[in-house]
């Protein structure tokens, strides 16, 4: 008897570990040089895309560091905002912050604005992952936070969801699932990956 085949979670499971494998290798400079890469391109993408807030995320260890995106939007009068967890199954939630207000340790050790940071639903979500392809599929870490964020905001307003990656991230495709948010954009170390041709 054959066994069956994998299902789309355990091949995402799969790709998720070998990606965050390859991530975690990368070298120090590489992660400065694409630090600066991410708030320069990150600046220009607001601009050109004649936007006001833009959410970004605390890096937790190994993830792209997008603190200097977040200092070089609040210092262009862009209007920033982290996520903030609000319950299992729940989607995230979005509050205002800049460099100058404090961060709170959330659920999974995230750090998070306070609750007495207004809400504000963002133009731009500047989102972390595991591993991506070109078609905008990205696979997270398992719990769908994501994927709820980004179908709540779409049915709200047009947003740019945009994927933050090293290069190494890359897959060539991920299996897709009913409840799967696609990326419009990937930014890695190397380049810019516009995933809304089809």
């Not at 939007?73 to 996520?83: D, Q, R, S």
């Not at 409840?179 to 190397?190: C, G, K, N, P």
Request: one cysteine or more; a neutral charge; aromatic letters at 8%.
């Amino acid at each position: 008897m054959q066994d069956a085949p994998p299902t789309p979670a355990q091949l995402k499971a799969a790709l998720r570990r070998q990606a965050l494998a390859r991530r975690d290798a990368a070298e120090p400079a590489l992660r400065e040089a694409f630090a600066t890469r991410l708030a320069l391109a990150g600046v220009e993408l607001a601009r050109k895309s004649i936007v006001r807030t833009v959410a970004a995320f605390w890096p937790l260890p190994g993830e792209p560091d997008v603190r200097g995106l977040l200092a070089a939007l609040n210092y262009h009068e862009f209007v920033g905002a982290l996520p903030v967890m609000i319950g299992p199954g729940l989607p995230l939630i979005f509050r205002k912050w800049s460099p100058r207000d404090l961060l709170l340790e959330g659920p999974y050790g995230v750090m998070q604005p306070s609750a007495h940071l207004p809400e504000v639903l963002p133009d731009i979500v500047f989102a972390p992952l595991a591993a991506f392809d070109r078609r905008g599929h990205r696979i997270g870490f398992g719990a769908g936070y994501y994927d709820r964020t980004l179908a709540s905001l779409r049915s709200m307003k047009p947003i740019l969801a945009v994927g933050t990656a090293y290069s190494v991230q890359e897959v060539p495709a991920i299996p897709e699932e009913p409840h799967d948010q696609r990326l419009d954009l990937v930014i890695t170390e190397t380049e810019w990956i516009d995933c809304r041709t089809d």
